[in-house]
């Protein structure tokens, strides 16, 4: 079976534009977050959704959203880039709809921003 | 909000030592995950602990979490070379948003 993908694998914008980031979970999964991961430090949380709905946020700015389609799968989308934006992103699947249970991680996207 | 602290921040060993890193919380936790992180990977959940003073073994990798579930650890024992990478306890509280440690990175030197 397939793992979590996440597209794309590296990505490069400037400061100010906006980027969208995709994730497709393992099948079956109904679950998929989403974690900022700065060098050096542990991944942060930014949003869960369960079945199209937000089940969770972390502590980030409006500048972020995201949203999960009938498939499962979910794009994250970050608005006017800050060059702190620049970290990997990482997609995590579950199959539970509340709680953390065993997360399964894509291989994330590398987010430069200039 | 919820701090987890995680030490140390890196650890050198020799192949066949033993190595334990140390996770502690702000708060009380419903439960603890842990996490392996290869260089240049992602992270790979490895277990997560639920119940107060639980131990869970691993083949050489063992995981306790606190009695009053505050603090966790993960000991792994004779490492071998496969060992590398960075180790991530994940804790979550009542907020229900799961908290990261900074991970603490093993390097075993054969």
């Known amino acids: 079976d397939a793992g979590v993908t996440q597209s794309p694998t590296h990505l490069i914008k400037t400061r100010g534009q906006q980027v969208t980031l995709r994730c497709s979970p393992i099948?079956?999964?109904?679950?998929v977050s989403w974690y900022q991961q700065v060098l050096g430090q542990g991944p942060q949380f930014i949003f869960q959704?369960?079945?199209?709905?937000?089940?969770g946020r972390g502590n980030f700015p409006d500048r972020f959203s995201a949203r999960q389609f009938p498939n499962y799968s979910s794009e994250l989308n970050v608005n006017a880039l800050l060059l702190g934006d620049s970290a990997l992103y990482l997609c995590?699947?579950?199959?539970?709809?509340?709680?953390?249970?065993?997360?399964?991680f894509g291989p994330g996207t590398r987010l430069t921003v200039l | 909000g919820q701090q987890v602290m995680q030490i140390p921040q890196y650890q050198h060993v020799q192949e066949g030592e033993d190595f334990t890193t140390y996770c502690n919380s702000s708060?009380?936790?419903?439960?603890i995950q842990w996490y392996k992180q290869r260089p240049g990977g992602h992270p790979v959940f490895l277990i997560q602990?639920?119940?107060?003073?639980e131990v869970k073994k691993q083949k050489r990798l063992t995981f306790q979490f606190g009695e009053a579930k505050k603090n966790s650890s993960l000991h792994i024992t004779a490492t071998q070379t496969t060992d590398v990478g960075t180790y991530f306890c994940?804790?979550?509280?009542?907020?229900?948003?799961?908290?990261f440690g900074r991970g603490t990175s093993l390097i075993v030197h054969p």
């Open positions: 995590a699947s579950s199959t539970t709809s509340g709680g953390f249970d065993e997360q399964f």
């Open positions: 099948s079956g999964h109904k679950s």
């Open positions: 959704y369960y079945e199209k709905e937000e089940r």
């Open positions: 708060t009380t936790l419903s439960n």
């Open positions: 602990l639920v119940k107060s003073g």
């Open positions: 994940a804790g979550q509280g009542r907020s229900y948003i799961p908290t």
